[in-house]
């Protein structure tokens, strides 16, 4: 069983501490979702847990060893990390850019082989991007490029997949295309962390919910115990209605205006 357990984690950019005293815990299998309002340090928590940021204080174990003692080459075996608002400005076409993500598996004598490439060739077929093999990622939209980044982390096929608002610029579609994703890489075994500033996204895939209420609290559960219309009213400062979807045979979370 793969594991990402953190206790007392905390973390400052300068004097105060942006997050403290987090304690989570994802398992394989489980997708744990993070929520909290802009600006709480949810970036920070994902750079910390990523391996970004090794300046934090309390401990981050990774399948039982300290995060920040493991090498960068056995990192990017175990984790992938997919950051916020990705911006990639190669020429490199996606087929190239993707196979790069192949690299830390072989020596600086060694090329991608054959079973790169077919890998390669599979993750571009299920971020959907068999037309675009060719392009270069300068060449793409905003979206496209999102998806791109998600298909690089793909490839390193990690054990754990960490991705900071995987879907802020994707469309309803491209949506439901990222979350079936997620939802098959758990059933697969795979941990996956993810932050979003959509808990409808929570009650679609998350095992677990974790709030980042305020720099000092962070309040993890199981989606039934925090996706609720009072905890999600205080972490976002706004009114959060829910209904119960017949036809969805879910909770739908709204916002109110007043
Ligand atoms: N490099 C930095 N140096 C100093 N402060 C920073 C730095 N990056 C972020 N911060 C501050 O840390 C706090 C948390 O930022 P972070 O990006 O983690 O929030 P977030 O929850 O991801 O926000 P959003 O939902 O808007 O993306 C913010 O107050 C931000 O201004």
């Known amino acids: 069983m793969f594991s990402l357990v953190t206790s007392n984690l905390s973390f400052s950019y300068k004097d105060s501490n942006t997050i403290s005293n987090v304690d ?3 398992e394989s299998g489980q997708v744990l979702v993070i929520l909290g309002p802009n600006g709480i340090g949810k970036s920070t928590l994902i750079n910390c847990l990523s391996g970004v940021f090794n300046n934090y204080h309390g401990s981050i174990k990774l399948d039982g060893d300290e995060l920040k003692k493991i090498s960068s080459k056995e990192l990017s075996h175990k984790l992938a990390l997919v950051s916020q608002g990705v911006n990639i400005n190669t020429n490199l076409s996606l087929f190239d850019y993707l196979l790069l993500g192949r690299s830390s598996f072989h020596s600086i004598f060694s090329q ?3 079973i790169d490439e077919e890998l390669v060739d599979k993750v571009i077929d299920r971020i ?3 037309d675009l093999r060719s392009t270069s990622l300068q060449n793409m939209s905003g979206g496209q490029k999102q998806l791109a980044s998600i298909g690089r982390a793909l490839v390193q096929e990690p054990k754990l997949l960490i991705m900071d608002e995987p879907t802020s610029a994707l469309d309803y579609k491209n949506q439901v295309k990222v979350l079936k994703l997620v939802k098959r890489l758990s059933d697969q075994g795979i941990a996956v962390v993810m932050s979003t500033h959509d808990p409808n996204q929570a009650t ?3 095992s677990n919910v974790g709030l980042l209420m305020s720099r000092e609290t962070y309040h993890q ?16 400062q706004t009114p959060i ?4 979807n017949e036809v969805l045979q879910r909770n739908v979370f709204g916002i109110g205006m007043g």
């Open 128 to 130: 959907g991007l068999d």
């Open 204 to 206: 679609m895939v998350a």
């Open 112 to 114: 991608p082989n054959k």
């Open 241 to 244: 209605i829910s209904t119960f």
């Open 221 to 236: 559960g199981s989606t039934e115990e925090i996706l609720n219309d009072e905890y999600l009213s205080k972490l976002y």
């Open 24 to 26: 989570l815990k994802v």
